[in-house]
C-alpha cells in the first residue's frame, strides 16, 4: 500500500520509508494519522474551487499571467452579458404583451 501511495500520489520515499520503519515496529499510529491527513488533503482537492485554483496554477505556468487575467475577465463578461441580455429580453417581452393588451 505504501509503495502504491509513492507511485500514484507521488509521495515522497522518505516519508514512506519512515512509516514503513514504524509499521514493522508494531508502531502504527504514524501510519493512521498519515491516512488521514492524506484522506483530508484529498477532499480538499475534490472542491470545485480548488480544481479552479489548480486550473489557474496549471495556466499560469503554461501561457503566463497575462493570458490567465483576460481568460477570468472574458468569462466574467461573458456571464455579465448573458444575464444582461436574458434580462433585457424579458424586459422586452413584457414590455411588447403589455402593448399587445392594451391594442
Partial sequence: MLIAYHGFWFIPKFLLNF?????KKNSKWELYVFSYLLEKLLVVRG??????????????????????IKKIFSKV??????????????????IAEVFYKRK
Avoid at 456571464?79 to 422586452?92: E, G, H, R
Fill in 19 to 23: 512509516l514503513y520503519k514504524r509499521f
Fill in 77 to 94: 463578461v461573458n456571464k455579465l452579458t448573458k444575464t444582461i441580455v436574458t434580462t433585457a429580453s424579458d424586459s422586452a417581452s413584457v
Fill in 47 to 68: 472542491y470545485a474551487f480548488t480544481q479552479y485554483l489548480l486550473i489557474i496554477q496549471t495556466r499560469l505556468k503554461q501561457r503566463g499571467f497575462i493570458y490567465v
